[in-house]
């Protein structure tokens, strides 16, 4: 597990003042799930920065979780872009809700 990563990933985190516990075991959570090789928190790679996908889906009811939650796990596009994000069959499902309810608790990114 890159340590490294992780810690310059949390210091703008401490940074604005909210460097949790369970921050700093969601991503870990991320980098062992694979999502990081498509996703940062606060930049566009392949895949949207996720403090986007919180700001996007900010109101999002138990319906649209869920179809987040499929749309990891299944994989698809069109959301974001032509990009399309590979399905996450080897995530246990229980990581993917997981990661997907801290994604959408995230501090949006700025308007
Ligand atoms: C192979 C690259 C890749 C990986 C690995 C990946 N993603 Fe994605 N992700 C994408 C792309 C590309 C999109 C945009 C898809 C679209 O436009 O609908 C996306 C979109 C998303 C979205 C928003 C979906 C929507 O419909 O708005 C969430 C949430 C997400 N990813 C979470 C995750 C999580 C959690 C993981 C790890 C389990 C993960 N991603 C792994 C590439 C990836």
């Given at each position: 597990m890159g340590s490294i990563r992780v810690l310059w990933l949390l210091l703008p985190l401490a940074a604005a003042g909210f460097a949790?516990?369970?921050d700093e075991a969601m991503i870990d959570l991320?980098?062992?799930s694979g999502c990081f090789n498509c996703h940062d928190l606060d930049k566009?790679?392949?895949?949207?920065?996720?403090r986007d996908v919180a700001k996007r889906y900010h109101d999002a009811?138990?319906?649209v979780f869920?179809?987040?939650v499929a749309k990891v796990r299944d994989g698809g596009r069109g959301n974001w872009g032509d990009e399309a994000m590979s399905a996450n069959?080897?995530?246990?499902?229980e990581d993917i809700r997981?990661?997907?309810d801290w994604i959408l608790?995230?501090?949006?990114?700025?308007p």
């Open positions: 949790q516990a369970d991320a980098w062992d566009t790679l392949r895949g949207p920065a996720w009811d138990e319906a869920e179809r987040l069959r080897r995530v246990p499902e997981t990661l997907v608790r995230l501090e949006p990114s700025d």
